[in-house]
């Protein structure tokens, strides 16, 4: 059987077309940078530790956890930018009485072995975690890969805002 050169050329480009669709998630991302009237806090990929001065009551608090792969698409590296921009902008006097923490951690760390664990992360996911009385009430954030992170940024960051307020309100 004779294949054409035509068709071998539609073939190779579709093939592409396809390899690059199914590995978008797994390829390396150029990291974003946020624009300069937009808070990011912390500048790391660490937590932000509590401390005596912040750490008013240890057992009744709200985390904020997100966690990502070693490597990341762009709605991925979307979803850890505005997250931050929201603690940074609009929950930092929580942060700094201890009623909330924030932690950014990569799945793929061994360092962050206990946390992914803890908390099941499996990719790119956003839990928030209400500690009543020293007990986990871990709950997966899901949604926010139907929030148009890279498409609607308003409208992503008050979502996470209002899940993040009513964590804080102890509401479900």
């Known amino acids: 059987m004779d294949i054409s050169l035509k068709t071998k050329t539609c073939f190779t480009i579709v093939a592409l077309l396809i390899g690059g ?47 990502h792969r070693p490597q990341r698409c762009a709605s991925c590296l979307c979803f850890e930018e505005r997250v931050r921009y929201v603690v940074g902008t609009y929950f930092q006097n929580e942060i700094n009485t201890g009623k909330m923490t924030f932690g950014v951690y990569d799945i793929g760390d061994s360092q962050n072995k206990d946390l992914v664990n803890k908390y099941g992360a499996v990719g790119s996911q956003l839990f928030i975690n209400v500690v009543t009385n020293g007990t986990d009430n871990i709950k997966d954030i899901q949604d926010i890969w139907s929030w148009n992170c890279r498409t609607d940024k308003p409208g992503f960051d008050q979502k996470v805002k209002n899940v993040i307020d009513q964590s804080l309100r102890g509401e479900e």
């Open 21 to 67: 669709l199914v590995s978008a998630c797994a390829s390396p991302a150029i990291p974003q940078t946020s624009s300069l009237d937009e808070p990011v806090t912390p500048s790391d990929n660490s937590s932000i530790s509590l401390t005596q001065d912040n750490a008013s009551d240890l057992s009744n608090r709200v985390d904020v956890v997100y966690f």
